[in-house]
Each structure stands twice: as C-alpha cells, then as structure tokens.
C-alpha cells in the first residue's frame, strides 16, 4: 500500500519526513503544500482526513473535492458544532448560522494575515482563513452523502466509555467523531 500526506507548515512537513525515515517506509511520500491543491496529485482510493476539516473556512466544498478525489471513501475525524451550547463544551463558537447551505458556528482561529513566519508558528490553527466553519453533525453526514458516498457512517469506538452517562463527557465537551464515507461499487 502506499501512503502520501500533505501538510502546510514546514516545521510539520520535517516532523513527517522525519517519521518516513525512522520507520523506514520506501512507500510513505509527503507534499509540502496547502491542502487545497489536493486534485493536483491525482485520484486516491482512501482519504484519510485527521484534524483538518475544522481547520477550514468551507467545509463542504472541501468534503465536495474529497469526493472528486478518493475512489472507495473518505475517514473524516472531525469536530463538529453542537446545536446546543454546555457547559462543558471547551470551545467558543458563534451562534448557530447557515454558510455553504449548512447549519454550523464558526470557530474563530487567528487574526494574522499574510504573515507566513507567524503562520508557521500556530502548528493547530488554520493556514490562512481567520475563521473556520463547523457544521453540525447531520451537515456533515449529509455533505458526506452529497459527495458521492452512498454509505455514510459514524465511528463510535473513539469515544472511550460509550456506556459512561448516556453518553462520553469526550463528545460532550469537545464534539469530536469520526466519519466513514464509503462508495460501494452498485
């Protein structure tokens, strides 16, 4: 199998070439680019998504060019917004607002621009959007759905202790999943 990573910031890009060398696998590239030029590297069969998409101001356009590029599916591990606002939830989001036909909250990520040095500093905010749009949960199963995945999915095993309350104080505060789009061949 053959594996092949994006990423944007240069300290990340060495940090991944330095994982491709100690574990030694010929098989495992990387790009240092934006991961918005995803279709200039070609068709994949499985796109592994991990810590992005609430990185991005347009999610469903992004989740729309997933859907152009991975032939089989998509893994999307994601936050997503909650409808309604707890106490534990850990971060700060807007109201609920509609952006690319999807119901969402912003997450505000910096107020840097055009400022690449200070941009590679920030290793866990977005790369040049200020802002980033989170939708809610059934946005997100449906942008998977419109993106040309007829099985959509949920993962529930990383929610540690399913059982624990009704439901994990993980998903209550942080509103983090993973999302299986697969393509069967009909």
């Not at 499985?46 to 810590?51: K, S």
């Not at 997100?140 to 959509?152: H, K, R, S, T, Y």
Request: overall charge negative; charged content about 25%; glycine content about 6%.
């Amino acid at each position: 199998m053959d594996a092949f990573g994006i990423e944007v910031r240069q300290s990340n890009f060495d940090n991944c070439l330095e994982v491709k060398r100690r574990a030694g696998l010929a098989n495992l590239d990387f790009a240092k680019d934006d991961v918005l030029n995803l279709p200039k590297y070609g068709m994949f069969d499985v796109i592994f998504c991990c810590g992005l998409l609430y990185h991005l101001d347009n999610p469903r356009a992004f989740i729309k060019m997933l859907g152009q590029q991975a032939r089989d599916a998509v893994i999307i591990n994601t936050h997503y917004a909650p409808w309604d606002w707890h106490p534990k939830t850990v971060f700060t989001l807007s109201p609920i607002e509609q952006h690319e036909g999807l119901p969402g909250r912003w997450y505000f990520e910096h107020d840097i621009t055009g400022n690449t040095e200070a941009l590679e500093k920030l290793k866990w905010a977005s790369w040049e959007n200020q802002r980033s749009f989170w939708p809610v949960k059934e946005a997100l199963l449906q942008a998977i759905a419109e993106a040309g995945f007829n099985v959509v999915l949920e993962q529930y095993d990383v929610l540690g202790d399913i059982l624990g309350n009704g439901t994990s104080d993980e998903t209550i505060s942080n509103h983090r999943s993973v999302f299986v789009g697969i393509r069967t061949k009909a």
